[in-house]
């Protein structure tokens, strides 16, 4: 019998690999989760671009406003 752990091991949940991929940028996974919940709750006001509105809002850089943009996605398609 395969035990739980290395079956998540084989196969991380997507919301684990986002977190082990930030980790990578430097900055704290709930600056990212923030902005990605403010994206998820304010998509269709924002006016224009969603990267630059991410990194001016939440100081973020290139990589992290994707991450924080692919969270915000996984949340609205989540249930879909």
């Known amino acids: 019998a395969v035990s739980q752990e290395k079956q998540t ?3 991380p949940n997507p919301e ?3 977190v082990e991929n930030i ?3 430097g900055t704290s996974p709930n600056q990212i989760r923030t902005a990605a919940l403010w ?3 304010h ?3 924002l006016k224009g671009p ?3 509105a991410l990194k ?3 100081g973020l850089r290139n990589l992290e ?3 924080a943009a692919k969270m915000a996605h996984a949340l609205a398609y989540s249930g879909t």
């Open 9 to 11: 091991a084989s196969s």
């Open 65 to 67: 406003a994707i991450e």
């Open 56 to 58: 001016a809002k939440f």
């Open 43 to 45: 998509r269709e006001e």
């Open 16 to 18: 684990v690999a986002a």
């Open 23 to 25: 980790a990578k940028f």
């Open 50 to 52: 969603v990267f630059p």
């Open 39 to 41: 994206l998820h709750q």
